[in-house]
């Protein structure tokens, strides 16, 4: 069974740009969760997406958000990137949002 | 505020010991608990879940589940140099469902 996959594995933007993450879960997982890792600040979670639904926010600023399509991939767009943005940012699956979540290899977003 | 706490370490443990890691949460409501192991560089990889108070085992990994003290620990046995990794604590609450991570706990085991 393949694993959850995202893309690009690795980004290089400049302050003020916009970017898109895709990430594609495990097959039959329908729950796909976001999250943002800093040195600094450890694993925050973004959101959470159940059946194209959002189910769940953290604490961010609206420039972060997502969408999720009927086949269960899930993107994540930041708009205006300011240097803070910069981090390892991470999307896990799990069945139906509940039990275990498996996290893909992570997207590294470098913003100067 | 829902909180996971860690010991933030660095947890050092010579080859053959056994690593004791702990975890607290401030979430009476929690479910379901897990431990990830995230290698320098890499993702978090789930290693060990555990719903119901009391151990269990899986290899060389026990997870400890005390939900009256709140309280889930994981002890690895006969430590590995390749055991050396952060260790990330995650909760699950019944209500909104959302995954809590702690901060982690850097484990070095020598050689």
């Known amino acids: 069974k393949a694993g959850v996959t995202q893309t690009p594995r690795y980004l290089i933007k400049t302050r003020g740009q916009q970017v898109t993450l895709s990430c594609s879960p495990i097959?039959?997982?329908?729950?796909v969760s976001w999250y943002q890792q800093t040195p600094g600040q450890g694993l925050q979670f973004l959101f959470e997406y159940f059946s194209e639904t959002q189910r769940n926010k953290g604490n961010f600023p609206g420039r972060f958000s997502g969408r999720q399509f009927s086949n269960s991939r899930s993107e994540m767009n930041v708009s205006t990137l300011e240097l803070g943005d910069s981090a390892l940012y991470l999307c896990?699956?799990?069945?139906?949002?509940?039990?275990?979540?498996?996290f893909g290899p992570g997207t590294r977003l470098t913003v100067l | 505020q829902k909180e996971v706490e860690q010991n933030s370490g660095p947890l050092s443990v010579p080859e053959g010991a056994i690593a004791s890691l702990n975890c607290t949460y401030s979430d009476r409501g929690s479910q379901s608990f897990f431990w990830y192991r995230q290698y320098s560089g890499k993702s978090p990889e789930l290693i060990m879940s555990i719903y119901s108070n009391g151990d269990k085992e899986d290899g060389r990994f026990t997870a400890q589940l005390n939900k009256a003290s709140q309280y889930v620990s994981l002890l690895i046995r006969d430590s590995q140099p390749s055991d050396s990794a952060t260790y990330l604590c995650a909760v699950r609450d019944r209500m909104d469902n959302d995954m809590r991570f702690g901060a982690g706990t850097r484990l070095t085991v020598k050689p």
């Open positions: 896990a699956s799990s069945w139906a949002g509940e039990g275990e979540q498996f």
């Open positions: 097959s039959g997982h329908r729950s």
